[in-house]
């Protein structure tokens, strides 16, 4: 589904990704953990398609496309969905009116016709009740006056209104309490399916004991130093990023500061 | 130049005073003398007057304008009344038409009359409020006194409550070079409480000239609601000002939409006395080459005083903003709550704002804030909706509207908010309807 593959990303004249490989298939649990500033919010962004990062070597292809020519529009309408780390507070647009337009252009792209109004309630509301929000929120404007726990909860009702085919969450579990985490898990537990891939990117193993990935990835220095298993997340939440670091120092990667 | 425009103004006009209402009226024609005077000795304003320092007066001054005719057919209105407040009084080019206006089922304590007619009967609200009085210092507020002649006197007895809301509309109807000077007067007694919108609309097009004054008395207590949607025609000229008395523990809540005309200019005066408060809202929206203008003053003259000013634009184009907002706090007005803002959406190089807030402070004991912005849309909003699935253009509209949006939804009664959200949405770009629930 997804393949990256040398992946190079420069930001403002600086290399933050190098190198970076990475394999996704459908139905897996790919969880993106590392130390600060490896790099790990740089790769959702540039996935989603966000301006200032210039990818300088390397392909990224998408169900078998090229996933770094397309607007952030049209990779949302092919299925990709980012979750942001910092839901973006939009005054003076709905939360209903956003889910809708989404909903529309995201269908239309798969040739579905829009939905009428009553079917549309019914659909969104069904999806309400994954992540626990009641019908207020949805006159309410996008993220604004939102607590922390709220904007993730409205990011996981974005993604389970727009059905993704790679969910791609970014610090999901950062910031919030251990019933908002459980909630946002319980919404991104209840969308795995066969067809959907989802890329958990973390700095926390916390998040992982709610959503048990397939794969677990190191990434420092701008590219995976190790990949493995679940118990790989484990071992690091007791041993921390040092022996990773380490080793792969030892195995001739590149330092990291 | 300007002497000469204010010469041909009032060659122009000239005999008009005599045939305007309440002419017999000594007071009456001793107020238009005087104010005429003054206007011949203020002239127009030029690039030394600090008020006008950004607001050239070119395109005003290269006409000729003649008195409206007010005996005009009536227009057909149906567009204009859609969504519209059922309590109304319509004008056209200037004058009260009562034809087109409905103003049954007041509440008694309630008065409403046409200024004309006020004038003409030597009404005794309307000469205690008017005779003997300071001429403005405004020039334009002067011509305006000038030529008073009609407009709205509503007069509210104490603990009078006005349910429903009140449309002032001003129709102007095709036709070059006229001139109309609307005035308008409140005088809210005592607790009492109204919601009155004046609508200035030209939806016909012309390069008419509109001249607007109104003024507001709030006894202690009072509250109003004051909206002003400035939708004048592409072509039209529109200077208006709104002075405020707010007494004691009164409240008044002031909200501008500044829609249409190639130049628009609003002057806000309010005076805020001791436990006052008000609220001043502001939207104004230019595109291609207009150029509009909004000054507001509040003064606090006595302690425990609140006031909150939020203005917003939208400039695209080659279209000009000029916001100046000066709030006053005077020695006596201790415990001052103040704050202002005004924030700028530059849609295009070449679109232009100049915005000057200010703070005169001559109280130690307050709390005063105030602040500017000027922006283009925010790149991370744009990235969010898109990556949501929104094209560039849909993110750029849906952006603009909510920018706007935020202050038509400040609008508390329902009614009128559905009537400003009409006219607002076919002056953004897009056009795409965004009306709550949509």
């Known amino acids: ?257 | 130049m300007s002497e000469s425009f204010a010469e041909r103004l009032l060659a122009g006009l000239s005999g008009q005073q005599q045939a305007l209402p309440g002419a017999s009226h000594p007071w009456v024609a001793a107020l238009r003398r005087d104010a005429l005077t003054r206007f011949r000795e203020l002239g127009l304003p030029g690039a030394r007057n600090e008020a006008w320092k950004y607001t050239r007066l070119n395109a005003l001054e290269r006409r000729s304008f003649q008195p409206a005719d007010p005996a005009v057919a009536l227009p057909d209105l149906g567009d204009l009344l859609a969504a519209a407040p059922p309590l109304r009084a319509v004008f056209v080019n200037g004058r009260f038409r009562a034809e087109a206006s409905a103003l049954a089922g007041l509440p008694a304590g309630a008065r409403l009359c046409p200024l004309a007619e006020a004038l003409e009967q030597d009404d005794g609200t309307l000469r205690e409020r008017l005779a003997g009085g300071v001429v403005d210092e405004d020039a334009f507020g002067a011509l305006n006194a000038a030529f008073i002649g009609d407009g709205l006197l509503l007069e509210l007895a104490a603990d009078c409550v006005l349910e429903q809301p009140l449309l002032l509309l001003f129709v102007s109807i095709a036709g070059d070079d006229y001139v109309s000077h609307p005035r308008n007067i409140v005088v809210a007694g005592r607790h009492s409480r109204a919601t009155v919108l004046e609508a200035y609309v030209g939806p016909q097009g012309g390069s008419y000239f509109t001249n607007a004054s109104t003024e507001l008395y709030l006894a202690p207590g009072a509250r109003l609601d004051h909206l002003r949607r400035q939708d004048e025609a592409a072509g039209a000229f529109h200077l208006g000002r709104v002075r405020a008395r707010v007494e004691r523990d009164a409240g008044y809540r002031s909200q501008v939409f500044s829609l249409g005309a190639q130049l628009a200019r609003l002057d806000l005066d309010v005076h805020l006395g001791q436990g006052a408060e008000c609220d001043l809202d502001g939207l104004y929206l230019a595109a291609k080459r207009q150029h509009v203008d909004h000054q507001t003053r509040v003064e606090h003259a006595a302690p425990h005083g609140r006031s909150a000013e939020y203005y917003k634009g939208v400039i695209d184009d080659a279209a000009r903003a000029v916001f100046s907002g000066t709030v006053l706090v005077q020695p006596d007005a201790q415990k001052t709550d103040a704050q202002q803002m005004n924030r700028n959406l530059l849609l295009s190089p070449r679109a232009e704002v100049d915005t000057k807030p200010q703070l005169v402070i001559y109280a130690d004991d307050v709390k005063c804030a105030h602040g500017a912005t000027i922006g283009q849309l925010d790149p991370v909003e744009m990235f969010y909706l898109r990556s949501r699935g929104l094209d560039e253009t849909a993110a750029r509209e849906l952006l603009i509207h909510a920018f706007a949006n935020e202050l038509v939804d400040r609008v508390a009664d329902d009614g009128l908010r559905a009537f400003i959200f009409r006219c607002l949405d076919a002056r953004l770009p897009g056009r795409e309807p965004l009306l709550e629930g949509e």
């Open chain 1, 1 to 257: 589904m997804l393949e990256i593959r040398n992946l190079h990303v420069e930001t403002d004249g600086k290399p933050i990704l190098k190198g970076l490989n990475l394999k996704v298939s459908p139905g897996e649990v790919h969880a993106i953990m590392g130390p600060n500033g490896s790099g790990k919010s740089t790769l959702a962004h540039v996935l989603a398609g966000r301006d200032g990062y210039h990818v300088t070597d390397g392909e990224v292809r998408y169900l078998d496309q090229d996933l770094l020519d397309k607007a952030p529009e049209e990779r949302a309408r092919d299925g990709i969905f980012l979750a942001f780390q910092y839901p973006v507070e939009i005054p003076g647009v709905s939360n209903v009116y956003l889910l809708k337009a989404a909903l529309n252009a995201v269908r239309k792209q798969r040739g579905e016709p829009e939905l009428d109004a009553m079917d549309f309630m019914s659909y969104v509301r069904a999806r309400m009740k994954l992540v626990e929000m009641d019908d207020s929120f949805l006159s309410r404007a996008v993220n604004q006056g939102f607590s922390g726990g709220e904007k993730k909860r409205n990011e996981i009702l974005q993604m389970a209104v727009l059905e993704p085919r790679l969910a791609i969450l970014d610090e999901t579990d950062s910031g919030l309490d251990i019933d908002a985490l459980r909630i946002v898990a319980g919404g991104v537990n209840s969308l795995r399916s066969p067809e959907r891939a989802t890329i958990l990117v973390t700095h926390y193993q916390r998040l992982l004991d709610y959503i048990i990935p397939d794969f677990v990835h190191v990434l420092a220095g701008g590219r995976i130093i190790r990949s493995g298993g679940r118990e790989l997340a484990l071992e690091l939440e007791e041993r921390g990023y040092g022996w990773v670091l380490d080793q792969a120092k030892a195995a001739g990667a590149e330092a990291v500061a």
